[in-house]
Every structure is written in C-alpha cells, then in structure tokens.
C-alpha cells in the first residue's frame, strides 16, 4: 500500500476577510516545517491600500459595538486559537508560544469593557459642568510584526490595537510568514468581522513605506522594524498626517512578560464632554 | 381581535431531580444536622423538589470546605488561572442557558421572556467581566497588589435567583476568594444547576458551596467565627440584623436592601417612552425588585394625560404562565408574599386612595397579583414609604423641580431613582440632588456588570458590579 | 397625548392657517426618545405567535399587501400579471383571501384597473364609485405628486395626482415634500397635502412621509401629525426607493401618532408601512406592534397596509406550510 500524498495548503494574504493572493501575482519560497516548502504571498502597495480600505471600512462598525462583545470575540480567537495549538507546533512554532499567545487574547479579552474604566472617569470642574471624558479608538493602525517570535509577537501587535475598536493593517514577519496565515485562519473563524484585521505578508521595506504616508491611516506601529534608519524615514513619513507612533522595541524585548496598558493606550484618543446642569 | 395563542416554552430541557443535597466541597451531599423542605412552582403549586435544609453543623462543613480550599488552592493559585475557571463558567452559562431560565421562571415564577432575555444574558456577562478582572487587579485602582479577604458568607434572595448568585460569586471569586452561597429558601434550584456547572468547569473543590435553607442556616452563616467577609441582598430588617451581628469582628460586610424608588416624570418627557419606563420600573419581575421604581412622581401639568397613557398600557400586559413566552407579568414568588402585598394594598384602599387595575383573569391555582396602580397617594400613606416589593405603583405628584426632590428623598431608603425629561442639563441636575446609588434618565431597571449597584442610607451599604464592585472583596 | 390634553389647544384644524402656530405644535409635541422607542419595538418583536393565531394573521396580512411595482421598466404585461395575482394569491387555494391593493405608476393604472374590475368598468367610472371601499374589493392605488422625490413645481404634481384618479385609481400614495419639512417650511409641506388632497376627490390619499430622509424620530412624528392636519387618510414611511424603509420603530412612532391623533380629534387614519417587509415573520411583528399599540380598531386593511412585492409569496408559503404541516418551496408559487 502506497503511503497517502499529503495535500499541501496555499499560503495567501488576509485582506477584508478574504484570504486574496497578491495583486501582483508575486510569491517567494519559505520552509514549511521540516521537510516541505511554500510559496507565501509577497504583498505589494496595492495590497496595502486594499487593506487599508477594508480595516476603513471594517472601523464603525467594529469601533461601534459594544466593549461586551469584542471582549468576546477576542476571547473566541482564543478558544479557536487553542484549538488549532498543533497545527503552529507543526509549522515550528514553539508549544510554550502558542500557549502563550492563547493567553495573550484572554488577557486583551478582558481588557475591552474595563480600558474605559481604567483610562476615563469624571472630572471635577470649577462649575456646574458633567465633566466626562472617555477613551476612544484612532482609527485605522498600520503595524509591523516583530520577526520573531512571530505568533506571539505578532498577536502582541494586534490584540491590543483591535481590543479599544481599531482596525489594523499588519505586516507580518517576513522570514517566518506562516505562523501569520494560520493566525488569520483562526481570526476568520472566530467572529471577527472582516476587515478588522488585515495581514500582508512579503517584505516590509515594500509595503510598511506606503503604509506611512498612506493619510488614511492614523497610526503606525513601528515594532518590529529592525532597521533604526528604515524606522525613522518610516516616522517621518508618519509625520504628514500626524500619524500616532509606536517605535519599534529593543531587539531583545520579552515577549513573553505582562505587556501592560502601553500599546493599548498608545492608541487611544481621549474625548472629553461638557454638559451643564441646571433645574 | 388579535389573540396570542399560547406560546409555552418546553420544560423538557430541565431535568429536576427528586431531591436535592447540599454542595459542599465539590460534591454534593447529604446534610448532617438537617432536614430538608420543598420547593414549589409558585405559579401552580406543583413541588418540584426536595431540597436540603443545611444546619449549623452543613454551615460549618461548607465554610471549612472554603477555608480549605482558599488556603490551598484559590488564594495562591494566579489570577490568569483564576480567570480561565470563570471564563469557563461564563461560557457554561451561555451554554447552558435556556436550560438556567426555564428552571428559574418555574422555580421563581417570572415570565420566561424575562429569565431568557435579562436574567440569563446578565448572568453570564457578569461571570465574563470578573473573569477579566482575575489577573488586572493591580490596574482596579486600589494600589499594588490588593489581597483577597478569604471566605465570604453570601446569601441571596428570591426575586433574582440566579443573577444575584453572579453578582455575588462572580467578583468573589474573582478577586481570590472563596465562598459559601445561602439561597434563598423558596428559590434554591438554579443555584444547584450552578454547583453543577462549576463541576463541569473543574473548578476547584471547595471554591464555592451552596448551603440551602432558611433564614436558621442564613444566621449559622453570618455568626460563623471564620467567614471573613459577608455579603446579603435582601430585606432592609435582615440587613440590620446582620450588621448588629458582625459589629465588633473584623468581617467585611456589605448590605444590598430595600428601596421605595420615586420615578419622576417632567412635563417635556418623552412620554411615550416615560409610560414603558414606569411600566418596566414597576410591572418587571412583577415588582419583586428593590430597586423598582413603585412611587411615580407626576408633574402637574402632565399627570392626567400620562395616568391615562399609562392605564391604557397597563391593559395590554399579558399576567399568567411564566413559561409563555408571551406572559408579560408572572407569579408572585411565595404564598407569604402574596399575603404582604395585599396586605399593603389594602391598607392604601382603607387609607382613601383610588386603586386601579385593568381587567385581567387572573389563574386558579398558584399565586397572583394583578398589576395595580394606586392614585391620590401623599407621602403620609403607607404605600408611599413602605417597600411592597409586588405590582403595585403608588402616584404622587409635584409641581417643581426643587419638589421633586424633597419628594424623591423623602424616604429612609436610597436604592434609585428615575428621571424623565428631555432636558439633559435638568436631569443632571437633579441626579446631582438625588439621595440614590443608581439614577435612571430617560430609562429605568437597567443594569450592566461594569456599572456599579447600591444604595444610601437604609438601602445599604457597598457596591456590587463595576470596578467598584471589586473593593467589596478586597482587603483595601 | 390624549384627548384630554388635546382639548385645551386651539382648534387643530386652524393650526393650518399660520406657519407660526404649526411650527408651536408641531414642535411642541413631545419628543421620542430614540433607545427607548427602539427597545420597546424590539421587545415586541419577541412575541411569539403560533397556532390558529398565527393563521389569522396571515390571512389578515394578505389582505393588507399593497402588492407593488414601481420600476421604470414596468410594462402593460407586467401589471397585469400582478393585478390577477392580486385577485387570486394562491391559484391553488380558493380560500386564499385577495391582497388589499395593488400599486403601480399612474401610466400603468388603466391596465390594472382592466384587470381588476373588468373592461367594462373602464377608466375614470371606477374612481368614482370606489371612495368609501367596499368589502371584497381590491383597491387601485397609484403613486403620484412626482414620485418618489417630489422635485416637481404643486401644477406638475396635481396634474400628476388628476391623472391617477381619472385614469381608475382610487388610492394615491404621494410623497411629502421633504425638501421644505426639513427646512422648517411646515405651511408649504402642509398646503401642498391639501392641495392634493383636494385633487384625488373620491380617492383616499395615503401621504409617504419618506421616513429614511426624515432621520430623526422626532420628525417622523412631526411630519405625520402635519400630513394628518392637512386631510391624509393614511400616513405612509417611505417610497421605497431610498435605503432606510420601513422599520419597526418608525412604524410605532406614527401608530402612537395616529393614536394620538384620533384621541384629539376623534378622526382615525390608517398607516401603511412600505419597504423592507419581505417575510411573514416581519408581517406578524408589524400585527403585533399594531395590536399592542393602537389596538383592534386599527387591524384591518381599511386602516393598515403593507406596502411589499416580496412579502407576498412568502405569507403563501407559510399559509401552505400550516395546512399543510410541510414547508413550502418557492417554485410552487406565482411569481411576476
């Protein structure tokens, strides 16, 4: 009896819910586990603007939903993202950082309705004012992915910019793409709806300038850009449209310790409300 | 005319057993010292199980249980496992949802309309905003690293079985506690469903305990020399009792307690919406709710045309079977609340107010009260100051702003209040002037797990929900 | 609002005479809170209506489908069909009951009136006798003033109405001006439905408020207590034609209105939800909010209607899925 052929998965991009390949036609060859390889998708500026339309799209209604239920969709991208731990043990992707990465959306999960709490409250004004303010999304966040540890850095990335009611546009690691395609397939089952989270695989210095200087994003996430030069043309790029800006973290950052309230309040805007009271 | 044929939701997902033991340590048992009671569908009288009456010996069992279970387990392990236990049982809940309601509209009697579309979807939501909170509480406002109390006593009553156990467990266990639950003696079915639930999710043995009984094994509870902290929803009179009791101990006690809510309608109200809010604020949950808005406070100049709205509504509620998905008002809870309501009724009607209640049949068997609006009340009347916790709305009414308010705080209670006018810097303004832990504007009974519940004065003291919530149970 | 509060305002019927005193009770009435109109609207929704219940209001919400067509390749051929399907639903099933009226363009109203009341009947004699409709009838209602913007000089859209009527229809649907209500000019947006109330004659006169560019709950109340001021004998949502028709919430703003309405002035006008309603699931809803808030008197195709193509077949299909006790598939039902 003849030993079965395996049937081999087409790696692609992830734009507006939708797993297209690039516009350009353009793939480059990567390891896939031990013995195989696969052709991912080298997205181009076309691709980017694609995505940045469909994370624009995707924003008022995801920014428009209620804490309560991104809470639970991020905790479904867990659930499913347990689910699928042995087909990233497979790709390479060490158990410990798939475990850990599962961790990372239940502890973004919780943050939804409580970030309000935590960042707002009551001012009390000199007069006869409610005085409230209260966190709000930017908008449409570009980010690039940190090389490695590319699952758990790259759900680093994005749970804590789409928690608050962003949408991303993310470039994910290009040495290690792989770990990126199988995260959105767990992303496209778990709820979340298209376009809140857009992956472009391919090479950074192609796609992340475009990004910069794209006026419809609001914020760019410069973390995993290694290259300090390429990090500051990026920021300065930024600076047309006054872009919020992430700067990439030190190369032995540790992926695995408490993250904190930084990314998400980095990308916050805070809205700030008068009303007079009066009989 | 348009006649709703009867739309019953099955009972066949409930599977009740013949008897029921306490939960104690992870499983269920048999108690020691005890006897047992039943338990009845108020809206027939039918019994639907045998239930174990815990006595000070089960009390003592289930605290040591707790302790047991604090010291070893629940208070060292880290807040990230914690939450994935209360995770798990949020997503039990969700699962097990029709299931939870079906049980609690038979075992309470309220409309199943209500334990489907509000008790159950709040339930589960509130055990998903603790368990967030499980491994965030350095960020709660309360310093670094706030601590746990160690075994809290909770006891519960009837008119929210089961959403008052979620207020109750969920920020308890939470914050690292661990607890001994008393239900309320005629309402102890979906609490045991609960401990079932917590078996499915491998929640620690010993986490968390139902007790079941009465007001004996209530008192066993709270007078237990090693609960550190207690928690009680229910009458103002217990709630005193309570707090007599734990005076001079280290227990932290919080007390969620009666209320006499004025719902304030304004002249420039959305009126059509007001008349729903007065509904929902006294005819939901068939008035079994503490924080119910029962005195309707009328501006003058609008009084008769919203009374007349408003009577006009109260023809179209649906009283009957709790479990048609149609029923708008189900049974009162108890034979023994029954009787206090009418009592209370009758003492507005020999005290010379005007009672109304549209016509409607009302069942045979089990027990009812149909919806009642009571007009030409003062402050002076009984109906006007005492808690009736039933279907019936007393009406005053003002003529001012400023008396408004006088008349809303003109009470020992301090729970909510509600305000309807169109003019937000006039509701502001009196929510400023308003002695109540919750004001509603522009709606009324809504309740959420991030915002925090309580009362003033006699309505009690502490927070349940919301951040603030979470300091009930923390050592700060 | 009730009679009560009604009687101590001036005469309603003067409120026409001054843009002054329309816009101080047109702004004065009491406002809508938006969460809590569309939670009530929600919560009705989850009625559940089954049996021999659910039977009657399917047979009851046939005979409230306006069963329309209004497209711009709307032929003679086209209408006709749907004007014998209006007579006969369900081919298969005489006791099926006919739709209340079917609603087309002014130029396609003498092929359906053929249909519907026979060659002999012909044009302009039907209008006549239909004023007040007799049971058993299905009416010809026709669309007019412009539709479905209304961007027409007042001659253009009476001539338009006069047409309808004389070539057989005895309902008009026309829209408001929206153009004037939403900049404040209340007298004009009222003299306007007088004006074509005054050209239908015989013919009842259902006013589209074109709700979806209203936005705002508070003018859709408004905008329906100035249609019934000036003569409306229904109060329609929308033409259909722009993205926001009907919905549950707007509907119960204009019951609550047409309630209030009749408690003031003791005249009852009828409400024509158009746009949207595709399923019987929707129909029943639109039953029970009506049931529940206007009551009895309002649950009957002389006072409510459905303005849908859609809808119909598939309240057939679900009437066959009761006799029957299968569901029904689409391919055993008539479609146009």
Redesign the interface.
């Known amino acids: 009896m003849s030993e079965r052929v395996a049937v081999r998965k087409t790696y692609k991009l992830y734009i507006g819910g939708k797993f297209p390949r690039s516009e350009s036609g353009r793939s480059y060859l990567v390891q896939s586990g031990e013995n195989s390889t696969a052709n991912v998708a080298l997205a181009s500026r076309k691709d980017a603007r694609d995505a940045v339309v469909a994370a624009r799209a995707a924003g008022s209604g995801w920014a428009g939903a209620t ?2 239920n991104r ?2 969709i991020l ?1 479904r991208v867990a659930e499913m993202l347990e689910g699928r731990r042995e087909q990233f043990v497979a790709l390479g992707i060490p158990g410990d950082e798939v475990d850990a990465a599962t ?1 990372r959306w ?2 973004y ?6 970030l309000p ?2 960042r707002g409250g009551v001012n009390p004004v000199a007069g ?1 004012y ?1 005085n409230l303010s209260t966190p709000e999304p930017t908008g449409v966040v570009a980010a690039v992915a940190p090389a490695a540890p590319a699952l758990l850095g790259l759900v680093s990335v994005i749970a804590p910019a789409i928690v608050s009611g962003n949408t991303v546009v993310v470039a994910a690691s290009p040495t290690d793409p792989l770990a990126a395609v199988t995260l959105a397939e767990v992303l496209a089952t778990s709820d979340l709806p298209a376009g809140v989270v857009n992956i472009l695989t391919g090479r950074i210095e192609e796609t992340v300038p475009s990004l910069a200087g794209h006026r419809d994003v609001n914020a760019l996430d410069l973390t995993g850009v290694a290259d300090a030069e390429l990090a500051t043309s990026l920021e300065v790029r930024a600076a047309e449209n006054l872009k919020r800006v992430l700067r990439p973290v030190p190369p032995h950052h540790d992926w695995y310790a408490d993250p904190g ?1 930084a990314r998400m309040t980095a990308l916050l805007e805070t809205k700030t409300v008068w ?5 | 005319m348009f006649e709703y044929a009867p739309a019953p939701e099955s009972r066949s997902v409930v599977q009740l057993q013949p008897a029921y033991g306490l939960f104690v340590g992870g499983e269920f048992v048999d108690p020691t010292d005890g006897d047992s009671f039943t338990s009845i569908n108020p809206a027939s009288e039918e019994v639907l199980a045998e239930i174990a009456l815990g006595g000070v010996g089960d009390v003592d069992r289930a605290v040591r249980a707790a302790r047991t279970a604090y010291d070893r387990v629940w208070g060292p392990m880290p807040g990230r496992d914690r939450a994935k236990y209360l995770f798990r049982i949020a997503r039990l809940i969700q699962e097990r949802s029709r299931e939870l309601a079906v049980l609690e509209s038979l075992d309470n009697g309220k409309p199943i309309r209500e334990s489907r579309d509000v008790d159950l979807p709040l339930v589960a939501a509130h055990f998903f905003y603790h368990a967030g909170w499980a491994d965030k509480l350095d960020h709660a406002g309360f310093g670094p690293g706030p601590r746990p109390l160690g075994v809290a006593a909770q006891i519960i009553p009837w008119n929210f079985p089961l959403l008052m156990l979620a207020w109750k467990i969920a920020p308890a266990l939470a914050t690292g506690n661990t607890v001994v639950l008393k239900p309320a003696e005629t309402t102890s079915l979906t609490a045991l469903l609960f401990a079932e639930i917590c078996q499915q999710a491998d929640l620690p043995a010993g986490v968390v305990n139902i007790v079941t009984g009465a007001g004996e094994t209530g008192r066993a509870l709270v007078e237990h020399p090693d609960v550190d902290k207690v928690a009680f929803t229910g009458s103002t009179e217990v709630g005193k009792a309570i707090a007599r009791a734990v005076a001079g101990t280290d227990t932290k006690l919080t007390l969620e307690l009666g209320g006499k809510a004025a719902n304030i309608v304004f002249d420039d109200a959305p009126v059509d919406q007001a008349v729903e809010g007065i509904v929902n604020g006294i005819f939901f949950n068939q008035g079994h709710v503490c924080c119910a808005g029962s005195r309707l406070l009328l501006q003058e100049s609008v009084a008769d045309e919203v009374l007349a709205s408003l009577k006009r509504r109260m023809a179209q509620l649906r009283v009957g079977d709790p479990l048609d998905k149609n029923t708008d008002i189900g049974a009162i809870n108890s034979a023994a609340q029954l009787a206090r309501i009418s009592e209370l009724a009758d003492a507005g009607t020999a005290e010379g107010t005007q009672r109304w209640s549209p016509p409607c049949e009302l069942p045979d068997r089990g027990f009812w009260f149909a919806p009642t609006i009571f007009t030409g009340v003062t402050q002076a009347h009984r109906i006007a100051r005492e808690e009736i916790f039933g279907p019936v709305l007393s009406v005053l009414t003002f003529r001012t702003p400023a008396e408004a308010v006088e008349k809303a705080n003109n009470t020992p209670y301090g729970l909510s209040a509600g305000v309807w006018t169109e003019k937000g810097s006039r509701m502001l303004w009196l929510a400023d002037r308003l002695r109540a832990g919750v004001v509603w504007a522009n709606t009324f009974n809504k309740f959420d797990p991030t915002a925090p519940f309580g009362g003033y004065q006699e309505s009690g003291y502490g927070r349940e929900g919301g951040r603030h919530g979470l300091e009930a149970y923390l050592n700060v | 609002m009730t009679a009560t509060a009604m009687s101590a305002r001036p005469d309603l019927t003067e409120l026409g005479r001054s843009e002054t005193a329309l816009r101080g009770f047109l702004h004065g009435l009491p406002g809508v809170d938006q969460v809590g109109a569309e939670q009530r609207a929600a919560q009705l929704g989850t009625r559940s209506i089954k049996a021999t219940a659910k039977a009657w209001a399917i047979d009851l919400a046939i005979r409230m489908v306006d069963l329309t067509t209004l497209e711009g390749a709307d032929t003679p051929g086209k209408v006709r069909a749907l004007a014998a399907k209006a007579l006969r639903p369900d081919p298969a099933d005489p006791s099926c009951p006919h739709v209340g009226a079917v609603c087309v363009y002014p130029s396609m109203v003498p092929y359906v009136a053929e249909v519907l009341r026979g060659p002999a009947g012909g044009a302009g004699s039907a209008g006549a006798e239909a004023a007040p409709a007799g049971a058993g009838v299905v009416h010809l209602a026709s669309v007019a003033t412009a539709f479905p913007a209304g961007q027409a000089p007042l001659e253009v859209k009476l001539a338009d109405t006069r047409a309808a009527v004389a070539a057989g229809a005895d309902e008009i649907d026309m829209v408001i001006n929206r153009s004037a209500f939403l900049t404040g000019r209340y007298q004009e947006v009222y003299d306007e439905v007088v004006a074509i109330r005054e050209a239908c004659g015989p013919a009842h006169l259902k006013v589209i408020l074109e709700t979806g560019e209203l936005s705002t709950y508070d003018n859709v109340r408004r905008a329906s207590w100035l249609a019934m001021l000036a003569g409306a004998d229904f109060i329609k949502t929308s033409t259909g034609k722009v993205p926001a028709a009907a919905t549950p919430p707007v509907t119960l703003v204009m019951l609550e209105a047409v309630r209030d309405f009749r408690a003031a002035t003791g005249r009852q006008v009828g409400v024509k939800p158009a746009g949207g309603i595709k399923t019987t699931k929707d129909a029943i809803k639109y039953l029970v909010l009506v049931n529940e808030t206007v009551g009895a008197d309002w649950l009957d195709p002389d006072w409510f209607r459905f303005g849908a193509s859609s809808l119909l077949n598939d309240l057939l299909m679900q009437r066959t899925k009761l006799t029957t006790g299968d569901y029904a598939g689409p391919d055993y039902f008539t479609r146009d």
């Not at chain 1, 999960?109 to 409580?114: H, L, T």
């Not at chain 1, 009303?275 to 009989?279: E, Q, R, T, W």
């Open positions: 804490a309560y809470g639970q905790y961790d239940v502890w999960a919780g943050w939804s309705d409580k709490q935590v006869p409610l309230l009303h007079p009271k009066g009989g």
